[in-house]
């Protein structure tokens, strides 16, 4: 069965860092390119960025670029989002969603939340 | 960058109904174009991929349609589950994937 399982959530002041983790389970990992994608409290999804399966690909959506950075760890099936100078406007539930190729994402995580306030 | 709207933004049906809710993208973007439903509190599951393929597990009353840039997902018979917010998304370009704002589906 495939499993993604986010953590690393929590509360933060403005300008604060927090690093989320997702750990994938129930297939071949380093074979499948993975995002991040988040949901403001009441709000639609926001794909916020993409890793390819070598990690030779990297994307990130306008509003985080140059503040978070994805990664990956295929030794410990694990992909991560490094988010720093964070914002009230990165509030967020974050998932992570595995990538089918060229066909959307088929596999989502429970998701973690992320609360920016002082 | 690719634009997503969808329509309505909300909708009001019954159990039983036959809906139907559109998505029309920015620019053509072939066939990558996807379905997702999200029930509250939970995270999005794919539905459909690639315009209108099913995705594994996925009842046979979803059906997606479409070409180039205006794309449809109906519902043949509403079921109590299916009341939940519905999201297009495209994949054509991956530096910048882009969802719909979404459509809620409500019960009448």
């Known amino acids: 069965e495939v499993q993604l399982v986010e953590s690393g959530g929590g509360l933060v002041q403005p300008g604060g860092s927090l690093r989320l983790s997702c750990v994938a389970s129930?297939?071949?990992?380093?074979?499948?390119?993975m995002n991040w994608v988040r949901q403001a409290p009441g709000t639609g999804l926001q794909w916020v960025s993409y890793?390819?399966?070598?990690?030779?690909?990297?994307y990130y959506a306008d509003s985080v670029k140059g503040r978070f950075t994805i990664s990956r760890d295929d030794a410990k099936n694990s992909v991560y989002l490094q988010m720093t100078s964070l914002r009230a406007e990165d509030t967020a539930v974050y998932y992570c969603?595995?990538?089918?190729?060229?066909?959307?994402?088929?596999?989502w995580g429970q998701g973690t939340l992320v609360t920016v306030s002082s | 960058d690719i634009q997503m709207t969808q329509s309505p933004s909300s909708l009001s049906a019954s159990v039983g109904d036959r809906v139907t809710i559109t998505c029309r993208a920015s620019?053509?973007?072939?066939?990558?174009l996807n379905w997702y439903r999200q029930k509250p509190g939970k995270a999005p599951e794919l539905l459909i991929y690639?315009?209108?393929r099913l995705q594994s597990g996925v009842p046979s009353r979803f059906s997606g349609s479409g070409s180039g840039a205006d794309f449809t997902l109906t519902i043949s018979s509403l079921q109590p589950e299916d009341f939940a917010t519905y999201y297009c998304?495209?994949?054509?370009?991956?530096?910048?994937?882009?969802f719909g704002q979404g459509t809620k589906l409500e019960v009448k």
């Open positions: 969603a595995r990538a089918k190729i060229g066909s959307g994402f088929d596999y």
């Open positions: 129930g297939f071949t990992f380093n074979t499948y390119e």
């Open positions: 890793i390819s399966s070598f990690s030779d690909t990297i």
């Open positions: 620019q053509n973007v072939r066939t990558y």
């Open positions: 690639a315009i209108s």
């Open positions: 998304q495209q994949s054509y370009t991956t530096h910048m994937y882009t």
